[in-house]
C-alpha cells in the first residue's frame, strides 16, 4: 500500500519535518511505500485564480498542476498531512493546495438543482498538525475541537473522505525521550491498518 504524505512548513529542519521524516520511516515499518509532497519545496502555487474558478464552473479543464496532485492522490492508498498550526488552522500553502486540488467534478460533484456527490469516500484522511502553545490553551478556548469542525468536518467530510486520525503534537513535549520520533513512526506505522477497515467497510 502507498500513502502520500504531504508537507506544508518552508524551513527543511522544521519539527513539522522532523515530524513528517518519522511518520514515512513508520509507513516503511509497516510495508508501505510512501512519497512526501514538500509544497514549499516543490513551489506548488496556491492561489486561487480565475482559471480555478472556470474549473470549478466547468467551463474549462483544470490546470496541468491541479491534475498532477490530483494524480498523486490517486495514486495513494492513505493522505496524511503534516503541518503547522497557523492562526489555529492550517498554512495558507496547504489550504491554498485544498482549494485548488480538491476540485469540484474530482473531489465531489455539485451540479446546479443536483445534490452534491462526495466522490472520496475510499480516501482514508491523517491528520497530523504541530503546534506552538500547550494543551492547556487548546483546551481553554476549544482551539482544537474547532479545527477539527472546520477541517475534518468542513473540508474532508464534504468530499466524502473519512478522517481516521487527527492528531495534535505540541511542542512542550519536545523534552520527552519518544517526541517526535517514535511518536512519528507509530502514527506511520498505523495508517494502513486504518485504511484496510475503510476497503471493508
Not at 19 to 36: D, P, Q
Not at 113 to 128: D, Q
Not at 157 to 165: E, F, K, L, N, R
Request: net charge negative; glycine share 8%; hydrophobic share 45%.
Amino acid at each position: 500500500m502507498h500513502a502520500l504524505i504531504v508537507v506544508s512548513h518552508p524551513e527543511p529542519g522544521s519539527l513539522t519535518h522532523n515530524v513528517a521524516a518519522h511518520l514515512a520511516e513508520g509507513v516503511t515499518m509497516s510495508g508501505g511505500s510512501f512519497e512526501i509532497a514538500d509544497l514549499a519545496a516543490e513551489g506548488f502555487d496556491p492561489r486561487f485564480t480565475q482559471a480555478d474558478l472556470a474549473a470549478h464552473r466547468r467551463e474549462e479543464a483544470p490546470s496541468a498542476d491541479v491534475t498532477a496532485e490530483q494524480a498523486r492522490i490517486d495514486r495513494a492508498d492513505v493522505l496524511v498531512l503534516v503541518y503547522p498550526v497557523y492562526w489555529w488552522s492550517m498554512p495558507g500553502l496547504l489550504k491554498g493546495w485544498i482549494d485548488r486540488v480538491f476540485a469540484n467534478g474530482w473531489a465531489y460533484d455539485d451540479a446546479e438543482g443536483a445534490k452534491v456527490v462526495k466522490k472520496l469516500h475510499h480516501l482514508p484522511i491523517h491528520l497530523v498538525a504541530i503546534g506552538g502553545a500547550d494543551m492547556r490553551t487548546y483546551a481553554r478556548h476549544g482551539y482544537f475541537g474547532a479545527m477539527r469542525t472546520q477541517i475534518d468536518h468542513g473540508i474532508f467530510d464534504y468530499c466524502g473522505a473519512p478522517v481516521m486520525a487527527s492528531e495534535l503534537l505540541l511542542e512542550e513535549e519536545l523534552d520527552k525521550p519518544d517526541f517526535p520520533s517514535e511518536i512519528a513512526r507509530k502514527i506511520g506505522r498505523n495508517v494502513f491498518s486504518t485504511a484496510r477497515k475503510t476497503e471493508a467497510a
